[in-house]
DNA sequence: GCCAACGTTGGC
DNA sequence: GCCAACGTTGGC
């Protein structure tokens, strides 16, 4: 079991996409960074994720979802009419991969970048470092409880 | 909307 | 391989 921890910009995909589709993973594509894509190579199906939003209103990790299906390539970089198009991505050799997330709880609040930033568990974590922009980031399990404790 | 920080691109 | 230019991220 693994943990992570992957950012949305809620009005794109928020933490109510999945919860209005209970049951239904949704496909998490357009992850353009090789960074990024490489920790999404490395999920395995029921890894818990801490989704979190961005360049919002209401920044912090909103709720709590999990791998449903494990890396494979991304549709999106062969569809030249969607932005996530990459004219150098081969279906032989996919540049970028896709994962598959479900729904798993909705925070009563979202845990807000101030609370993480005082949380003595995430000092070292990227998340909280300025300048940064990696977008998915994986979690020790320290990490992740402290946030889950955040919540109560 | 601003801008610092970062990753990527491409000329050399 | 270097590095300037550029585009993007993301908090404020």
Redesign the pocket.
């Known amino acids: 079991m693994q943990y992570w921890l992957m950012?949305t910009?809620p009005d794109e995909c928020s933490i109510d996409d999945f919860r209005l589709a209970p049951s239904r993973p949704l496909q998490w594509d357009g992850v353009?960074?090789?960074?990024a894509r490489n920790f999404m190579r490395s999920m395995e199906v029921g890894d818990q994720v801490l989704l979190?939003h961005?360049?919002?209103k209401n920044?912090g990790v909103a709720g709590l979802i999990r791998v449903a299906k494990s890396a494979y390539p991304d549709p999106k970089q062969f569809d030249d009419k969607s932005p996530y198009f990459d004219p150098?991505s081969t279906k032989d050799k996919p540049r970028w991969d896709a994962v598959d997330l479900v729904f798993e709880q909705k925070f009563e609040q979202v845990i807000s970048?101030?609370k993480l930033?005082g949380c003595e568990a995430l000092v070292e974590n990227p998340?909280v470092?300025?300048?940064?922009?990696?977008?998915v980031i994986p979690f020790s399990e320290d990490e992740f409880q402290a946030v889950l404790a955040l919540t109560k």
């Open positions: 950012k910009e353009r960074n090789y960074q979190y961005s360049s919002c920044i150098k970048l101030d930033k998340l470092k300025k300048g940064n922009r990696l977008s």
